[in-house]
């Protein structure tokens, strides 16, 4: 008996009077029922096999077509499983032709470089949840450029990207595939982040704070990576300190003053206007003064150990303005499910 009809009816699964073009345990089946059966596989207890149960066999069981001698509707059109239903064929099935084309270099081989990111995505625990980022995420156009060599697979590429959280996840699966070497994500953020900080300051302070952020916050927070160090309420300090010293200039500015001109009483006044700035400005007023950029500048004292509450309240600034360069997991189950993971990659 031919598992297909054509008629409308009433669905024998959820009762609505619908077009139903299947038979499934011996019910007319509408197609939203239908496409429930396809996407909610069992193991047969006739073959012990992981299919979709529609028929009954000769036990009065439900079971697969194979066990049933129905024809196999459900199975896919490339390889007949039926456990990851995607359309006519399976989802891995498809997601391996897609990721091929996705990763592939001009001789339309999946890239060598590029090679373990394939086997990652194939093993994704559900390819739908891949699929899904393929087609709602910028992600992938990075993959794609850089197996086409239009994007160097490099640390440094990422640098010329965009920083939201497509570059980010793609950068970390990367790495934990082992395409690039282990890095520090925040960390690497930093260097983009400033680029964002120094394009709209007139050059003069942009030359100052590159320079500053440079010597003085970048290399001390790659030495602490370097030595295991390196925690988040660093790199958080150090960005606090870079943007505490972009505000002193701009206030410089707007009362006529530069870096150079601007005397002790300047100071003393924006450090009654902001109370407690300047000991996240100490690193920064220090350095000014020991390159020849001030005229020597004198800061408070402060008690050794202690932390300004502005300090802490730049620092919890900083935090927040940057929260959508926060890490993102990447495990392979990198994908468990379409909602979680394509809103963190998109």
């Not at 006739?46 to 028929?55: E, W, Y």
């Not at 220090?286 to 202690?306: D, F, H, M, V, Y």
């Not at 509450?309 to 990198?334: D, K, P």
Request: a positive charge; proline letters at 6%; one cysteine or more.
């Amino acid at each position: 008996m031919s598992p297909e009809i054509k008629e409308r009816s009433v669905c024998g699964h959820c009762g609505e009077y619908k077009r139903c073009a299947r038979l499934i345990l011996a019910k007319p089946a509408c197609e939203v029922c239908t496409l429930r059966f396809a996407r909610a596989p069992k193991t047969c207890p006739g073959c012990g096999a992981v299919k979709v149960l529609a028929f009954y066999d000769s036990d009065g069981r439900p079971a697969c077509a194979a066990c049933t001698g129905a024809k196999p509707v459900y199975g896919c059109a490339t390889c007949g499983r039926e456990d990851s239903h995607f359309g006519t064929r399976c989802g891995p099935c498809v997601l391996s032709e897609r990721a091929t084309a996705l990763l592939s270099d001009e001789t339309g081989q999946v890239r060598p470089e590029l090679q373990p990111v394939f086997e990652a995505l194939m093993a994704a625990r559900r390819p739908r949840s891949v699929l899904y980022w393929f087609h709602h995420s910028s992600g992938p156009e990075i993959l794609r450029a850089m197996a086409r060599g239009e994007i160097e697979i490099s640390h440094s590429a990422f640098e010329h990207l965009p920083q939201d959280k497509a570059a980010i996840f793609v950068h970390e699966l990367l790495a934990t595939v082992g395409v690039l070497s282990p890095f520090n994500a925040r960390l690497e953020q930093v260097t983009p982040w400033l680029k964002e900080v120094l394009r709209p300051l007139p050059n003069d302070q942009a030359e100052i704070i590159a320079r500053f952020a440079k010597w003085q916050i970048v290399r001390r927070l790659r030495n602490q990576d370097h030595r295991g160090v390196l925690t988040p309420s660093s790199i958080e300090g150090g960005r606090a300190e870079i943007i505490t010293a972009v505000r002193l200039l701009a206030w410089l500015s707007a009362h006529g003053k530069t870096l150079a001109t601007a005397g002790q009483a300047d100071l003393e006044l924006y450090l009654v206007s902001y109370p407690g700035r300047g000991q996240v400005l100490f690193r920064f007023i220090t350095w000014a003064n020991r390159i020849k950029l001030t005229s020597g500048l004198e800061l408070p004292k402060w008690r050794c150990g202690r932390r300004s509450s502005s300090f802490l309240t730049a620092t919890a600034g900083v935090r927040s303005s940057c929260s959508s360069m926060t890490r993102a997991s990447v495990s392979m189950s990198v994908f468990p499910d379409c909602s979680c993971s394509c809103s963190h990659s998109r």
